[in-house]
């Protein structure tokens, strides 16, 4: 999996040492009122994800999930790029830590994640899609800060911890790829 920079950000594969970090912030009620995470989010929870889900991904080829670092520090976030049923089209997926909001990192990383999701020469989708949950005010703000257009038509209905939610769509396009790695 390719290590991706910014100018304040490493985005690399999450590690061993990310168990502790990422068990932390999925105790957070905002990401697990709006992430399909396990609830409750156990350490095993954690562990998995990092020991297995993650690698399980780029094994499988299925999608690419990058933790989101200031220095070398552990985790404050993860990215996630999943490949959809269309041919060219992938879904874009994410979460912060409390401690990390405010300060743009996410709008960040992602910013670097789309610009390389919709490279020829990085993972060459076309398309990228952005699910939310009705109501996440946040999240679809923070999509469309990175190029997302959502279409009051595209509203449809999803399982979310066992009950039925809508949510909100929003897409992008690889115009966005033109630009360099």
Same mark, same amino acid.
């Given at each position: 999996?390719t ?5 304040r950000l ?8 990310? !168990?502790?970090?990422v068990? @932390? ?7 697990? @009122?709006? !992430? ?6 156990? @350490? ?11 690698s399980h991904?780029?094994a499988?080829?299925r ?6 670092r200031i220095?070398?520090?552990?985790l ?7 490949k959809?049923?269309?041919?060219g ?5 994410c ?6 909001r405010?300060h ?9 994640v789309?610009e390389?999701a919709?490279?020829p ?6 398309r990228? @899609? ?7 005010i ?7 800060? !990175? ?6 038509a595209? !509203? ?6 066992g009950?039925?939610?809508t ?15």
């Amino acid at each position: 999996m390719t290590t991706l920079r910014t100018a304040r950000l490493t985005l690399d594969m999450p590690r061993e040492s990310d !168990v502790d970090a990422v068990f @932390r912030a999925c105790q957070d009620p905002e990401i697990l @009122r709006w !992430v399909p995470l396990p609830d409750p989010y156990t @350490r095993e929870s954690a562990e998995f994800f990092v020991r297995s889900y993650v690698s399980h991904g780029v094994a499988s080829g299925r999608y690419n999930v990058w933790a989101i670092r200031i220095d070398d520090e552990p985790l404050i976030g993860v990215v996630e790029v999943r490949k959809d049923e269309a041919p060219g089209s992938a879904s874009v997926g994410c979460w912060l830590s409390p401690i990390a909001r405010d300060h743009g990192y996410m709008r960040e990383a992602l910013a670097r994640v789309i610009e390389h999701a919709l490279h020829p020469e990085g993972l060459g989708f076309t398309r990228l @899609r952005w699910e939310s949950l009705e109501g996440n005010i946040s999240s679809t703000r923070l999509a469309e800060s !990175v190029g997302f257009a959502f279409d009051p038509a595209s !509203v449809h209905r999803v399982e979310f911890h066992g009950e039925q939610r809508t949510a909100v769509v929003g897409m992008l396009g690889s115009a966005r790829g033109a630009g360099s790695l």
